[in-house]
C-alpha cells in the first residue's frame, strides 16, 4: 500500500475537544486520467477534495482493534480533481479517543482516550502521458481548529457553522506504526435510509419533541432558518414515559447532544463524526417555529445486503419480525453492538454470538463477521481468554462462558449459512487457543472453576436483586465448554487437523457434566442440556422442558443463553404448539409484548415498559438488544420449516419441514442463498394447510409424517383435508 510512504502527521499542540482541520493545497497542470486517495486515521475522519467529500463513507476508519489493525478507506477522487486544489480531512475522536465504555475508569481508559489524534494519507494521480505523482501527509502540511467544536462517541458533537479558520499551522510528524495499516476489511458503513419526522409535539412538562416513529440508529438532520450565533441544541431519547415527558435516563453517562451554532440564512445540517441510537429528539432550543418536514432521521450502518423476509397473517407478530431487522440495522455499525445509545455500544461477544445465526439470514454479514472475527483473534489475550466486548476496550475484564464462546460459534455459524471454508481457516487457532484456555484453568476434568461469568443472563428467574438468572453457573459454562470443543473437533476435521486430543477432551466434558448434573433445575438448564445433545435423553429432557413451560403459566424463564435456544428444543421434540404459544404471548413475558407496548426495535428486557408505564430500570434499560431477535432463526428454521444439515453449509442441501400454527393464518419466507434463492409459504385454508416450496437444490421434505426427497423446483403439498 502506497499509503505506507506516508507520515503520520498530528497537531502540533492539544486543541482539546476542537476536532481539527489538517489541509494541503496542490496545483494539478496535467491533466489526470485517475486519482486515488488512500487515506485512514487515529479518530474518525470526514475528507473533502476541493469542498466536497471524497467519498460516502462515513465514521471513516471504522472501528478494528487499532493497536493491531487500522483500516485505509480508498477512494476515486478523479472527478473531485482541478487545476487548483485543496484537501480538508477533520478529524474527531471516534472510538479510538472517546472515553469507552462509559461505566468503568481503568489505566487502559485514560491511555486510550490520551492518545493523539492523527491523519495518514496518500493520493496518487496518474496522467494521460503515462506519468504519476504522489502527495502524501507529511511536514508540509497545515492544520487549526474545525467547525466541529466537540464529537465523541457517547456525548454527541458541537458544530459552529459560522466560524472560519484563521489560524493555520504547521502540523507535526507523528511516530506511530505503519504496521497495523490494513485495506478495508469490512463493509463500508454508509447513510442507507431516511426517516421523515411523523410529529412535532410538546409534552405535558413543556418540552418540544420530534417523533420519526421509528428508533433508529444514525443522526437527525434538520433544516433550519436562522441568523448567524443563533444556537439548536438537542438530546436523544427512545421512549417517553407514562406521563408523556422526555425521557432519557436509561441513555446512562451518554449526554448524546447536539449544539448546532448556526451561520445565517438557511441551512441543512447533521452530525458529521459521530451517531445516536434514537426514536425522538427534544429541542431544547431551536430558532423559529418547529416543523416535521425539517426533520429527518439518517440511517447509518454497515452496508450489509438483506437477504432474509419473514412475513405472516399474525400483524403482531409482523412488527416483531421487522423491529428484529431494525434491531439489526441499528447495532451492525462496524462491529456487531450491543446497543446504539447508552454508553456502551460496544462489540459484546455473548450477544453477537447469540443473535449470529438470525443475523446471516436477514443480511449477507459474512464480510462483517470476517472483519470482526480476525479482531478477535488479535485482541484474544496471550493465554487464549477472549474478552468480554471485542475490539477489547476491557483488557482487565475476565472473560465470560458463552461471552468468549463467540470464538468459535461465530465462525462456525458463517460457514454453516455461507458455506465457505475460509472463515474456518482463518479462524481455527483462535476456537482452539480458546478451548485450551478454559481446559488450562479447568480444575479437574471437563470442569470450570471458580470463576466470573454472566451467566444466563437477565433470565427472569433471577433471584430478587440480580441480573443473573438462577441457572448454575457452572452448568452453562461446561455446557458452553462442551460445544465450543464439539465445534474445534468438527472444524479441525474438515481442515484435516488433528483433533485427538479434542476428542478425548469432548468425551471427558460430557462423562463429567452428565455425572455432575444428573438433573436439571431451570428452563435455561433444560434447554441447553437438550440443544447442545448433553443430555442422556434430549426427548425426556425436552419434555420435561414443555411441562415446566406449561407449570410456570406458558411462560418462559429464560435470559440470554436459554431463550434463543428454547422453542428450537420444544419443537425438534414434539412441542412445536407449546413453542407458537410462546411465540405469540401478548402479555408479559414474551416477544410480542414490547410490541403491545409500541415497540420499533427489540428491547433488552420482556418489560422494558412495564404494563402500568413505568421502565423496568434505568441502569439496564435499552430499547434497542438485538439479542432476543434471535427468535428469527427459529421462525426461518422451525415455523418456515428451511434449514440445512452441518454436512450441507451454504445451504446445498435443504431439509423442509414446517411447523404451521393456525393462529399465524399464514407464513411465507424468502431466502436469498449462495446457492439460489428459497421461498417458503405455508397458509391454512379451512382445515388444510397449503406449503409451497420453491427450492434451488435438492431438499429433503418431512411433511405428514413422511420424508421424500425432491429435485431442485416449485412444489405445492397438502395436509389436512385437502388431497395430496
Ligand atoms: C450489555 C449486554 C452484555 C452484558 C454483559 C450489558 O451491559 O448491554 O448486552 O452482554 O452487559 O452481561
Known amino acids: ?224 432558518e436562522a441568523h448567524a450565533g443563533d444556537t439548536v441544541y438537542f438530546t ?10 422526555f425521557y ?103 450477544d453477537a454470538q447469540i443473535f449470529a445465526k438470525a443475523a446471516t439470514l436477514f443480511y449477507d454479514v459474512e464480510r462483517f463477521f470476517r472483519k470482526w472475527l480476525r479482531d478477535l483473534a488479535v485482541d484474544q489475550r496471550e493465554s487464549g481468554e477472549v474478552g468480554q466486548v471485542i475490539p477489547d476496550v476491557m483488557p482487565e475484564s475476565p472473560c465470560s462462558a458463552a461471552w468468549g464462546d463467540a470464538a468459535t460459534i461465530i465462525p462456525w455459524q458463517i460457514y454453516q449459512t455461507y458455506g465457505d471454508i475460509q472463515v474456518l481457516e482463518d479462524q481455527f487457532d483462535s476456537m482452539r ?63 484435516g487437523r488433528d483433533v485427538e486430543p479434542y476428542r478425548k477432551l469432548y468425551h471427558t466434558i460430557v462423562s463429567a457434566f452428565r455425572r455432575n448434573f444428573p438433573t436439571y433445575m431451570t428452563q435455561t438448564e433444560h434447554t441447553l442440556a437438550a440443544h447442545f445433545r448433553l443430555a442422556e435423553d434430549p426427548k425426556k429432557t425436552a419434555d420435561d422442558l414443555a411441562a415446566m413451560v406449561v407449570r410456570d403459566g406458558t411462560r418462559l424463564r429464560t435470559g440470554f443463553l436459554g431463550t434463543p435456544y428454547l422453542l428450537h428444543v420444544l419443537t425438534e421434540y414434539g412441542h412445536a404448539d407449546l413453542a407458537w404459544s410462546l411465540l405469540l404471548r401478548e402479555g408479559y413475558p414474551g416477544w410480542l409484548y414490547p410490541v403491545t407496548k409500541g415497540a420499533t426495535t427489540v428491547w433488552e428486557h420482556w418489560d422494558g415498559i412495564k404494563e402500568d408505564g413505568t421502565f423496568w430500570s434505568k441502569d439496564m434499560n ?25 454436512a450441507h453449509p451454504g445451504f446445498s442441501e435443504l431439509i423442509y419441514q414446517p411447523h404451521p400454527d393456525a393462529r399465524a393464518g399464514w407464513l411465507k419466507m424468502k431466502l436469498e442463498t449462495r446457492n439460489g434463492t428459497i421461498a417458503a409459504e405455508w397458509k391454512y385454508t379451512g382445515n388444510a394447510v397449503r406449503y409451497d416450496l420453491t427450492t434451488p437444490v435438492p431438499a429433503v421434505v418431512r411433511l405428514n409424517g413422511k420424508e421424500t426427497r425432491v429435485g431442485p423446483g416449485e412444489y405445492v403439498f397438502w395436509s389436512g383435508d385437502a388431497k395430496e
Not at 167 to 189: C, F, Y
Not at 262 to 289: D, K, M, N
Open 1 to 224: 500500500m502506497e499509503i505506507r510512504n506516508a507520515q503520520w502527521i498530528t497537531t502540533a499542540a492539544d486543541t482539546g475537544d476542537i476536532a481539527p482541520v489538517f489541509r494541503r493545497a496542490f496545483e494539478m497542470r496535467k491533466t489526470p486520467l485517475k486519482a486515488e486517495l488512500q487515506i485512514t486515521a487515529l479518530g474518525v475522519y470526514e475528507a473533502r477534495l476541493n469542498g466536497s467529500r471524497t467519498g460516502d463513507f462515513v465514521m471513516a476508519p471504522g472501528w478494528t482493534s487499532y493497536g493491531n489493525r487500522l483500516q485505509v478507506q480508498t477512494y476515486d477522487v478523479t472527478e473531485l480533481l482541478g487545476e487548483k486544489n485543496e484537501i480538508r480531512v477533520t478529524v474527531g475522536r471516534g472510538w479510538f479517543r472517546s472515553p469507552l465504555p462509559g461505566w468503568i475508569n481503568t489505566e487502559d481508559k485514560a491511555r486510550r482516550y490520551a492518545q493523539p489524534c492523527g491523519l495518514i494519507a496518500c493520493l496518487t494521480v496518474s496522467f494521460t502521458d503515462g506519468s504519476a505523482e504522489t502527495l502524501i501527509t507529511d511536514g508540509s502540511w497545515q492544520y487549526g481548529e474545525s467547525r466541529v467544536r466537540f464529537s465523541e462517541i457517547y456525548d454527541g458533537e458541537t458544530y459552529d457553522a459560522s466560524f472560519i479558520t484563521k489560524e493555520w499551522l504547521p502540523v507535526k510528524e507523528l511516530a506511530w506504526s505503519r504496521d497495523i495499516l490494513i485495506p478495508q476489511e469490512g463493509e463500508t458503513v454508509r447513510e442507507t435510509g431516511r426517516v421523515q419526522a411523523r410529529r412535532v409535539f410538546t409534552t405535558p412538562r413543556g418540552e418540544l419533541m420530534v417523533d420519526f416513529g421509528q428508533e433508529v440508529t444514525g443522526y437527525a438532520e434538520f433544516t433550519v
Open 433 to 495: 487457543k480458546w478451548v485450551d484456555f478454559i481446559t488450562g484453568i479447568c480444575a479437574g476434568p471437563g470442569m470450570w472453576p471458580e470463576h466470573f461469568h454472566f451467566a444466563d443472563w437477565l433470565g427472569l428467574d433471577a433471584p430478587e436483586g440480580s441480573y443473573k438468572g438462577s441457572t448454575r453457573e457452572d452448568f452453562i459454562a461446561d455446557a458452553y465448554y462442551a460445544r465450543s470443543t464439539e465445534l474445534v473437533i468438527m472444524t479441525g476435521e474438515l481442515l
Open 248 to 350: 432519557n435516563e436509561n441513555y446512562r453517562s451518554a449526554k448524546a447532544e447536539v449544539r448546532y451554532i448556526c451561520a445565517e440564512g438557511r441551512q441543512t445540517w447533521h452530525p458529521v463524526l459521530t451517531f445516536f441510537g434514537f426514536r425522538y429528539i427534544r429541542l431544547i432550543s431551536w430558532p423559529g417555529e418547529a416543523r416535521p418536514e425539517d426533520f429527518t432521521a439518517i440511517v447509518v450502518r454497515s452496508d450489509i445486503r438483506r437477504t432474509g423476509w419473514l412475513e405472516s397473517g399474525h400483524e403482531l407478530l409482523n412488527r416483531l419480525f421487522s423491529n428484529i431487522v431494525w434491531g439489526q440495522q441499528g447495532n451492525f455499525l462496524d462491529v456487531p453492538s450491543d446497543c446504539p445509545q447508552r454508553d456502551e455500544r460496544l462489540g459484546w461477544t455473548g
Open 622 to 646: 435499552s430499547y434497542n438488544h438485538y439479542a432476543y431477535g434471535a427468535v428469527a432463526d427459529w421462525v426461518f428454521e422451525q415455523a418456515a420449516g428451511i434449514r440445512h444439515d452441518e
Open 236 to 245: 436523544h431519547s427512545e421512549v417517553m414515559d407514562r406521563d408523556g415527558n
